[in-house]
């Protein structure tokens, strides 16, 4: 649907955790009312109704996902299926029936449990600010095709991970890779390859008053993997929660650490 010029600039100015939201709620009004193109006092009415019953519209959960599904040529892994066993996972536990339990007054929307999904390290749908993040993940290795020294890799790379001396297979510095994958669609020699493929997962990140950014666990997880670890997250969330507090501000070093322990070997890290 059209927006007015004003009306673009307006929901600009929303608060973006919630902007996607308000768009949808008021092009749905608009539609209702018979109407092709969002005015000012359109999106405003809307807003102001949207606002006041936003305990309405809490669901206890949020999950948000990249534009990897639309065809972006940088994903590394696609998250499609593991988005929709989140969404049963998250459906599940009745999120909203704790929160109604533990906080007093209206619910809004920084009191539900948020996790990110993007299909790249680019992370477009932001996982580093939410409490559990995951990104798409490609593990490289060399294999025994020769390499040919065309530099495709070194031009590829934004890390800088890649060096040649026109002599033999390429030498890598892991330890800057961030597992994008992009070296392994480039290689045409074979020499690259993906060693395994899954998700790195990000714990405790949020916005707000006392802003952090999520911890990243060691390696690279299967999605099966990923949704047992969201899910010992949840239980420690319902376990500490008393008045709806996030869960990055619940987390301890010392159950991140147990997560590190029982994961980590599984996971493996790749640098």
Not at 13 to 28: G, I, L, M, N, T
Not at 34 to 48: E, F, H, I, N, P
Not at 82 to 104: A, K, M, T
Not at 233 to 250: I, P, T, V
Request: glycine share 10%; net charge positive; proline share 5%.
């Amino acid at each position: 649907m059209k927006w007015s010029a004003d009306a673009e600039d307006a929901i600009r100015k929303v608060p973006f955790f919630v902007r996607k939201r308000v768009r949808a709620r008021v092009e749905q009004e608009a539609r209702t009312a018979g109407k092709k193109v969002v005015s000012l006092a359109d999106m405003q009415a809307t807003q102001r109704r949207y606002l006041s019953g936003m305990s309405r519209d809490v669901k206890g959960y949020r999950i948000d996902m990249c534009f990897g599904p639309n065809g972006c040529p940088n994903r590394a892994v696609p998250g499609d299926e593991l988005y929709r066993r989140l969404e049963e996972l998250l459906q599940s536990q009745d999120l909203l029936g704790f929160l109604r339990q533990r906080v007093r007054g209206d619910l809004k929307f920084h009191h539900e449990f948020r996790i990110s999904l993007a299909d790249c390290p680019n992370a477009c749908s932001q996982p580093q600010i939410k409490d559990v993040g995951i990104l798409g993940a490609v593990d490289v290795r060399l294999t025994e095709e020769p390499c040919t020294a065309c530099g495709a890799c070194v031009d590829v790379c934004r890390e800088g991970v890649f060096e040649l001396d026109g002599e033999g297979p390429p030498r890598l510095a892991l330890a800057r890779c961030v597992a994008c994958g992009q070296c392994v669609k480039a290689c045409p020699t074979g020499t690259l390859a993906a060693d395994r493929t899954g998700f790195r997962v990000l714990l405790g990140g949020k916005l707000g008053r006392h802003p952090r950014l999520a911890r990243e666990l060691p390696g690279i997880y299967s999605a099966d993997q990923v949704l047992q670890i969201v899910g010992d997250c949840l239980a420690f969330y319902k376990a500490h929660s008393r008045r709806g507090e996030r869960f990055a501000e619940l987390m301890t070093d010392a159950f991140f650490d147990d997560l590190t322990r029982r994961y980590g070997a599984a996971g493996g890290d790749p640098h």
